[in-house]
């Protein structure tokens, strides 16, 4: 098991989106965060399938960090 950081979008118009920095090409979006989460684990477990059929590995563990301007 391994664990990802998801960067959460609120969309104006409702709703979240999330990407994955460690996955490139990894998003998927929810009506509420909850669902977003739910979404993004198998959307996560997708990608993470494609890449072991491939032979690659996920992207080197990224920090994300909150900053004040």
């Known amino acids: ?12 118009a409702g709703g979240f989106w999330g990407e994955v920095p460690a996955l ?4 998927s979006q929810g009506a509420t965060v ?5 979404n993004m684990r ?3 477990a997708a990608v993470l399938e494609v890449l072991e059929e ?3 590995a996920p992207e080197p563990p990224v920090r994300i ?4 301007v």
């Not at 664990?3 to 104006?12: L, R, S």
């Not at 490139?24 to 998003?27: D, E, F, M, T, V």
């Not at 960090?65 to 004040?68: A, S």
């Open 1 to 12: 098991m391994s664990n990802f950081a998801v960067v959460i979008h609120e969309e104006p």
């Open 42 to 44: 198998e959307a996560i």
């Open 65 to 68: 960090v909150e900053l004040v």
């Open 34 to 38: 909850d669902e977003l989460l739910v």
């Open 54 to 56: 491939d032979g690659r």
């Open 24 to 27: 490139p090409g990894c998003y």
